[in-house]
T-cell receptor, first 111, second 116 residues
Framework: AQRVTQPEKLLSVFKGAPVELKCNYS??????LFWYVQYSRQRLQLLLR??SRESIKGFTADLNKGETSFHLKKPFAQEEDSAMYYC?????????????FGKGTKLTVNP | DAGVIQSPRHEVTEMGQEVTLRCKPI?????LFWYRQTMMRGLELLIY????????DSGMPEDRFSAKMPNASFSTLKIQPSEPRDSAVYFC??????????????FGPGTRLTVL
């Protein structure tokens, strides 16, 4: 079964501090992992995916298959990073494009 | 492009009434997804279509829920009869799928449903 766990419902940091949003997954094959973000009064949108191995808005995420984790990190948080963040997994079996989402972490960056 | 369009944006109804949510995907996309978001359960996939055909409806909670996609530019999610526990935000998303790696899913603004 596919499962995504985001252990923190709420995360609060100060501007300029490092931030890490945790994501652990359960999947027996080779997954594709994503981070989606929803800013206040905006639509849910893709932030980054592990296969791209790129930094978006200063955020990076590394897939650790040994720890089955895909934590999202940013060295210096900004107030505009305040949003709801969802980790998502897609399994490759059967070519399914189904996404399984975690329950999300609400990040608040305080001034 | 206006992106994925959903209507209505808000719906308040009484228990037992039929509710129909509508979605227009992005032109050219061949996959459409219906999600439900609640505080308790987060974002759950209800059903998804590929080329207008339902592929996975394992997330549909019960027979009261049904979804259709009569053509590439329109889909509906119907709840009949509605119950208070159906109160949630319902999202529609679309993407273009041509095999792995998977393309980004583009989400609509959501429909906030309240069943009294």
């Amino acid at each position: 079964a596919q499962r995504v766990t985001q252990p923190e419902k709420l995360l609060s940091v100060f501007k300029g501090a490092p931030v890490e949003l945790k994501c652990n997954y359960s999947y027996s094959g080779s997954p594709e992992l994503f981070w989606y973000v929803q800013y206040s009064r905006q639509r849910l949108q893709l932030l980054l995916r592990h296969i791209s191995r790129e930094s978006i808005k200063g955020f990076t995420a590394d897939l650790n298959k040994g720890e089955t984790s895909f934590h999202l990190k940013k060295p210096f948080a900004q107030e505009e990073d305040s949003a709801m963040y969802y980790c998502a997994l897609s399994g490759q079996k059967g070519g399914s494009e189904k996404l399984v989402f975690g329950k999300g972490t609400k990040l608040t960056v305080n001034p | 492009d206006a992106g994925v369009i959903q209507s209505p944006r808000h719906e308040v109804t009484e228990m037992g009434q039929e509710v129909t949510l509508r979605c227009k995907p992005i032109s050219g996309h061949n996959s459409l997804f219906w999600y439900r978001q609640t505080m308790m359960r987060g974002l759950e996939l209800l059903i998804y279509f590929n080329n207008n055909v339902p592929i996975d409806d394992s997330g549909m909670p019960e027979d009261r829920f049904s979804a259709k996609m009569p053509n590439a530019s329109f889909s509906t999610l119907k709840i009949q009869p509605s119950e208070p526990r159906d109160s949630a935000v319902y999202f529609c998303a679309s993407s273009f799928f041509a095999g792995p790696p998977r393309d980004e899913q583009f989400f609509g603004p959501g429909t906030r449903l309240t069943v009294l």
